[in-house]
């Protein structure tokens, strides 16, 4: 019988997931009308040629001017919405966890409660940021959004209240599927408004 120590395997686990996440995050920001770079091409290209074109390009564009202050408060929605998505992503998976290894329990009761106040946060700022986007043809997709960020909000706020429950304990894996269903969900439409498609 093969043994496996699974506290050797966890890490090697996490960082998988991290490196699979970060990697997907990477790709969803690229500019799309780029040219992808294939390794023949990559390759192939003269290391002088490349630093002529991003000189041309650069000399092409005027500097990016930012003001770190009002970006700080401009577009809140933007910025506050990734606790939730990770909170709330991180406590699900805790929680699943714990069936098998109890010790994770706790900080997956606590990462549900901050998922849960840092949603409604998130909410509060989106029907705040909505007029941005209202008449930009994308009106179906940003009542969608907003359908699912609070379903997506009271999903966390029960399944946190719930996971307090010992004797809940049964059903906990259910709560949990539901919240990372709902914050896949809401992050995909999020990122629809965000990102339109061309």
Do not use: C
């Amino acid at each position: 019988m093969l043994a496996i120590d699974i506290r050797r395997m966890l890490p090697v686990g996490l960082m998988a997931l991290i490196g699979f996440v970060g990697g997907a995050s990477v790709a969803a920001h690229q500019d799309p009308a780029a040219p992808a770079a294939t390794p023949a091409t990559a390759a192939s290209a003269a290391q002088p040629e490349r630093h002529k074109q991003s000189a041309t390009r650069e000399a092409a564009r005027p500097p990016l001017h930012i003001d770190p202050k009002a970006a700080l408060v401009s577009d809140i929605h933007n910025k506050v919405v990734h606790f939730p998505l990770a909170l709330g992503a991180a406590g699900a998976i805790l929680l699943l966890l714990s069936y098998r290894w109890p010790q994770f329990g706790p900080g997956a009761r606590l990462l549900l409660v901050a998922a849960a106040l840092s949603a409604w946060v998130a909410v509060r700022s989106g029907h705040a940021q909505q007029a941005d986007l209202e008449g930009g043809g994308l009106d179906l997709w940003l009542e969608r959004h907003q359908d699912f960020g609070e379903w997506t909000a009271y999903a966390l706020t029960l399944t946190a209240l719930v996971a307090l429950i010992k004797r809940a304990r049964p059903v906990h894996w259910l709560f949990a599927l539901v919240v990372l269903g709902l914050l896949s969900a809401t992050g995909f439409l999020g990122g629809i408004l965000a990102h339109p498609p061309l």
